[in-house]
């Protein structure tokens, strides 16, 4: 028996860049009408065309495909670059609605949404720098 592992990397998996730039466009839309996520939102500039521009590259590494972010600015250094946002629970909650909302309208598959969200969380939780 052949033993066959999964080599698709999890940026291939969700659809490559097209996905990827819906996934982001949707999560700020989210941040942007949600009432409940007014709190970050308001930690962010009216212009959201930045921030999303930034997470779709920084995903696009971060999920295995071309490291775009750290191409064009480094290390990204997460948590460091966050410092000056409160993030509390409270906030990873709303960023949490957020994404999840997106990844229902953009991502194909339950298994596939819940691997992901499953990955941020991780990363999310890591960024909260209030208790
Ligand atoms: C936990 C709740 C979070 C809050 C409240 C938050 C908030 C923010 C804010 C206010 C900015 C500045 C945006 C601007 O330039 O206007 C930012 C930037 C950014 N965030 Fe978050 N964020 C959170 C979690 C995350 C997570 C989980 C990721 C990655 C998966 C992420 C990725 C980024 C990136 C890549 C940038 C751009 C950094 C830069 O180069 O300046 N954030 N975030």
Not at 7 to 20: F, I, K, N, P, S
Not at 38 to 45: K, N
Not at 103 to 113: C, I, Q, S, T, Y
């Amino acid at each position: 028996m052949q033993i066959s592992g999964n080599t698709q990397t999890l940026y291939e998996r969700l659809g490559g860049e097209a996905v990827l730039r819906r996934l982001v466009q949707r999560f700020y839309h989210h941040m942007d009408s949600l009432p409940e996520t007014a709190t970050i939102r308001a930690m962010h500039a009216n212009d959201l065309g930045g921030a999303q521009q930034k997470l779709f590259m920084f995903l696009s590494g971060w999920t295995g495909g071309p490291p775009l972010y750290i191409r064009e600015y480094g290390h990204p250094r997460l948590r460091l670059r966050h410092q000056p946002f409160a993030i509390d629970e409270a906030a990873r909650d709303q960023w949490m609605l957020c994404m999840s909302h997106a990844l229902d309208e953009v991502v194909e598959g339950r298994a596939l949404r819940n691997e992901l969200l499953f990955a941020l969380h991780e990363v999310v939780d890591f960024m909260r720098n209030r208790p």
